[in-house]
């Protein structure tokens, strides 16, 4: 082998090393704590989302024990992920690089861990909460109405606060959508039903 050879395969283990030392560089360790309050199934899987193919995988699980398992593993990004117990449907989040906490109730399904995560349940409970006081405005114009104390400036001021929070949590959600990511894919699986065609046509199409 002569010298220019080498110096080549110097070069290219070089950066072979320097290409590996990187990626392994993202690589970093997550857990998955889950308690199941009410009948624990056998086991749980933990799936992911991968956009580049549009499928789901799975990557861990394992067997509950008296109501509760920890699932630990390594990825390179963050992802979308679900988590199948044997119910109807798979609770999904956003599984980052950190440790996160999966309690699951007869009624509620609370969800700890990671900034990507939290930042998707704010814009959930934003959500909900403009379609509260959306409902709350409904039902107080149905009561005027039904014991005629509804005169026309309280008319005007309850339907007057009905469109504004609807025009928020149209906008809301299509801002949230629009901005893409893990977040933005979760909140248009979860919230696209609920708008209008004007906004509709603000959504891109998926590619």
């Keep these: 082998m002569n010298c220019r050879n080498i110096i080549s395969l110097i070069i290219s283990l070089g950066l072979c ?9 993202n690589i970093s360790a997550y857990s998955v704590a889950i ?4 009948a624990a199934p056998d086991s749980v899987r933990l799936l992911v989302f991968e956009p580049d193919y549009h499928h789901l995988r799975v990557i861990n699980a394992g067997v509950m024990k008296n109501g509760k398992l920890l699932l630990n593993g390594q ?15 798979m609770i999904p989040f956003i599984l980052e690089k950190c440790n996160t906490e999966i309690t699951i109730g007869k009624e509620k399904v609370t969800i700890w861990g990671g900034v990507e995560n939290h930042s998707y349940f704010a814009e959930c409970n934003k959500i909900y909460r403009l379609e509260k006081q959306m409902k709350a405005i409904e039902a107080s114009y149905a009561r005027q109405l039904a014991d005629s104390t509804l005169n026309a ?28 990511g893990n977040r933005g894919i979760l909140l248009k699986e979860k919230f696209i039903n ?8 603000k959504i891109p199409p998926t590619p």
């Design 194 to 201: 609920r708008l209008d065609s004007i906004h509709l046509k």
């Design 153 to 180: 400036k309280s008319e005007k001021a309850l339907l007057a606060k009905h469109r504004a929070t609807y025009q928020a949590l149209q906008k809301t959600i299509t801002q949230n959508i629009c901005q893409g």
């Design 35 to 38: 308690t199941i309050k009410s």
């Design 17 to 25: 090393c320097f290409a590996s030392c990187s990626h392994d560089a």
């Design 75 to 89: 990825i390179g990004e963050n992802y979308i992920a679900f988590l199948d117990y044997g119910a109807k449907e």
